[in-house]
């Protein structure tokens, strides 16, 4: 699975937009980029996934470039909820490991 | 609802005192795996299991077993316990042909 590389830490405005970069400059055809997060210690939540066209759902939307080699996830009006650590992850849709790589990923502070 | 339940949420254990840790989820998916999370080292694979009566090694097998005797439920069993698996542990479940995978809440063990 491609490597992907995450800033440390972002704070977003409450209401505002969070942009969470992710770069994957080493991702194959067929692997999918896919975005998690954990609020403190819970189990992280799916949130969203996408091969190379741009996906949007209740709770994101996921920005791919036109090269693959990185994305944006956004969070149209971030609140203090969001407040958690964002992992990017790159890899085959169907693994024969189901093994998904988890990073350092970004903590992203949401701020009142 | 669907989801994953981990028990329990919280043990303290003694060194050497064999213990399970069950999983189980209720959306009849093929693809279940343990992690473990440890601060500076992130989220690691222990064991996945692709469907019944199959399981295999993840990156951090060695002091754990499990067992898929059925399809909805996947223990995570230490039968000799040490300080250094102290750990919080995660159970997650998936379907073969979809992306996200879903995460129990999570069991923080403490081995003394």
């Known amino acids: 699975d491609a490597k992907t590389t995450q800033p440390p830490s972002m704070d977003c405005a409450e209401g505002r937009a969070a942009n969470l970069p992710c770069n994957h400059s080493t991702i194959s055809g067929n692997e999918y980029v896919y975005w998690y997060r954990q609020i403190h210690s819970q189990g992280p939540q799916y949130i969203i996934h996408?091969?190379?066209n741009n996906e949007t759902n209740e709770m994101a939307s996921l920005i791919i470039t036109e090269d693959r080699k990185s994305s944006t996830l956004i969070l149209p009006h971030a609140t203090l909820r969001d407040t958690a650590v964002y992992y990017c992850i790159v890899r085959v849709r169907t693994s024969n490991t189901g093994k998904l790589i988890f990073g350092q990923g970004t903590t992203l502070q949401v701020k009142p | 609802e669907a989801q994953v339940t981990q028990n329990p949420r919280y043990l303290i254990t003694v060194t050497g005192k064999k213990l399970t840790v069950t999983c189980s989820q209720n959306m009849n998916h093929e693809y279940m795996s343990w992690y473990r999370q440890d601060p500076g080292l992130g989220l690691r694979q222990i064991y996945y299991?692709?469907?019944?009566?199959?399981?295999d090694k993840g990156d951090v097998p060695e002091g754990y077993k499990v067992s898929r005797k059925e399809k909805r439920n996947f223990p995570l069993i230490l039968e000799s316990p040490s300080p250094n698996q102290t750990s919080l542990y995660f159970c997650?479940?998936?379907?073969?042909?979809?992306?996200?995978?879903?995460f129990g809440s999570g069991t923080r063990l403490t081995v003394v």
């Open positions: 299991s692709m469907n019944v009566e199959v399981t």
């Open positions: 997650a479940s998936s379907s073969a042909g979809e992306a996200g995978y879903t």
């Open positions: 996408g091969l190379k």
